[in-house]
C-alpha cells in the first residue's frame, strides 16, 4: 500500500497524523523545522504541537518534501493559508498529476482573493483531484478521539468520497458537499468572525452581545458568499454555523483568543510571539474585506475587525459604529451597497 504525505506538522497536521496511523495507514508527515521531524521520529511524539499525543512507528516525519511525497498515494495538506502557494511550489516537481490532494487550511488569499483549493489548482494542476475539508474541528480535540463531524468539498463526487473514506472514524464522522466555493469561504470568514467575539469577552461584555455578532456574522458572510456564487445551504452546515459556533466559543480558539488579547491592549504582533502560530483571521481578513469591496456587499463585523487590526482603531470605538448603524431589516438584501 502506498502511502498518505500530511505536509505540515503543526497542531492540526499531528491531529490528522495520528487519526490516520489509528487506521492502520502508513503516513510520512512534513515538518518544516528539521527538530521536530526528528522529535516525532525519535518519540513518536511531536516535541512542540500536541506533545502528549502518541503515534507509532507507522508514522515518519521529515524535513525533506520530496522524500515524504516520494510514492505517496494522497496528500493531506496542513500548512497556514499564508504559506500554502510557497509550499506547493515547492511540492510541485514531486507531486503526480492524478494524486488526490486535500487542502485543511482555512484562509483565503490576500489582494487575489483566491481560495485554497484555487491556489492549488493554478500550481499544481488538475483542479479535479483536489478538496478541502473544513468543519468544528480544533485538534485538541481530534487527536483525544472526542466525536466530532466535518466536510469534505469537491467539484469532483469521487474525490469527495475517496477523502471521506479516507477520514473516516467511529469518532470522526465525515460528509461531502459539492459547494466547495461556500465550504472554504465559510472556514476562512467564521476565523473573522470568532476574532470579534473575542473583543467581546476581552471588553468584558456578556451572552447577548456574543450571540448577537454569531448571528449576525453569520447573515455577513452568507451574504457575501451567496454573492459569489456559494450556496446558502452551506453556511447553516458543519462548515459554517458549526464552525462559527465552535471558533467563537472554544478556549482552543487561537482567533478568539487573539480578539480578547486585541481589546485588553494587546497587538497582533504580541499574539504570535506569545504563541508561535498563526491566527488565520487576521490573514483571511484583509482577503474577505477587499472581496466584499468588490463585489459592493457591506460586511460591517470584518471592517470593525480589519480596522482594529490594520488601522489602530479601538475595539470600543469599533462596537459603537457597529450598534449606531442605521436600524434596518433582517432582510439580507437591503444591506447591500448600490454599485456605482
Known amino acids: 500500500m502506498t502511502h498518505t504525505a500530511v505536509i505540515g506538522a503543526g497542531s492540526w497536521g499531528t491531529a490528522i497524523a495520528w487519526l490516520l496511523d ?5 503516513v ?12 516525532i521520529n525519535r518519540s ?10 502518541e503515534m507509532s512507528e507507522r508514522v515518519h516525519a521529515s524535513a ?7 510514492g505517496a498515494g494522497s496528500i493531506v495538506m496542513v500548512t497556514p493559508s499564508v504559506g500554502v502557494r ?23 488569499e490576500a489582494k487575489t482573493s483566491l481560495l485554497m483549493t484555487d491556489i492549488l489548482g493554478e500550481v499544481l494542476g488538475n483542479a479535479a483531484r483536489i478538496a478541502a475539508l473544513s468543519g468544528p474541528n480544533h485538534a485538541e480535540e481530534v487527536s ?77 458572510l452568507t451574504r457575501l458568499g451567496t454573492a459569489v456564487g456559494a450556496k446558502s445551504a452551506t453556511y447553516s452546515g458543519l462548515a459554517g454555523m458549526g464552525d462559527l459556533i465552535v471558533t467563537c466559543t472554544s478556549r482552543h480558539s487561537r482567533n478568539r483568543g487573539l480578539g480578547e488579547l486585541l481589546a485588553r491592549g494587546g497587538s497582533l504582533k504580541e499574539f504570535q510571539e506569545r504563541t508561535k502560530m498563526v491566527a488565520e483571521g487576521a490573514v483571511a481578513c484583509t482577503g474577505i474585506y477587499e472581496l466584499a469591496n ?21 475595539p470600543e470605538l469599533g462596537v459603537s459604529i457597529l450598534m449606531n448603524r442605521p436600524q434596518t431589516s433582517e432582510d439580507e438584501q437591503r444591506t447591500l451597497k448600490k454599485k456605482g
Open 294 to 314: 468588490r463585489q459592493g456587499v457591506e460586511v460591517p463585523i470584518t471592517e470593525l475587525v480589519y480596522q482594529v487590526l490594520y488601522k489602530d482603531m479601538a
Open 86 to 108: 510557497s509550499t506547493a511550489e515547492a511540492m510541485a516537481p514531486y507531486v503526480d498529476s492524478e494524486t488526490p490532494v486535500v487542502i485543511l487550511s482555512k484562509g483565503i
Open 144 to 220: 483525544r478521539a472526542v466525536p466530532s463531524a466535518t466536510v469534505v468539498a469537491s467539484t469532483s463526487p469521487e474525490m469527495a468520497i475517496f477523502f471521506q473514506e479516507l477520514f473516516a472514524t467511529p469518532f470522526f464522522r465525515v460528509y461531502t458537499n459539492e459547494d466547495v466555493m461556500g465550504v472554504e469561504l465559510c472556514g476562512a470568514g467564521k476565523n473573522i468572525i470568532a476574532i470579534a467575539c473575542g473583543m467581546c469577552d476581552g471588553l468584558g461584555y456578556g451572552d447577548n452581545s456574543k450571540a448577537s455578532l454569531m448571528t449576525r456574522g453569520l447573515a455577513e
Open 64 to 70: 525533506s518534501i520530496a522524500e515524504v511525497l516520494d
Open 44 to 53: 513518536h511524539h511531536n516535541p512542540v504541537y500536541l506533545s502528549d499525543v
Open 22 to 26: 489509528g487506521k492502520g495507514g502508513d
Open 28 to 39: 510520512r508527515l512534513w515538518a518544516r523545522e528539521p527538530e521536530i521531524a526528528e522529535g
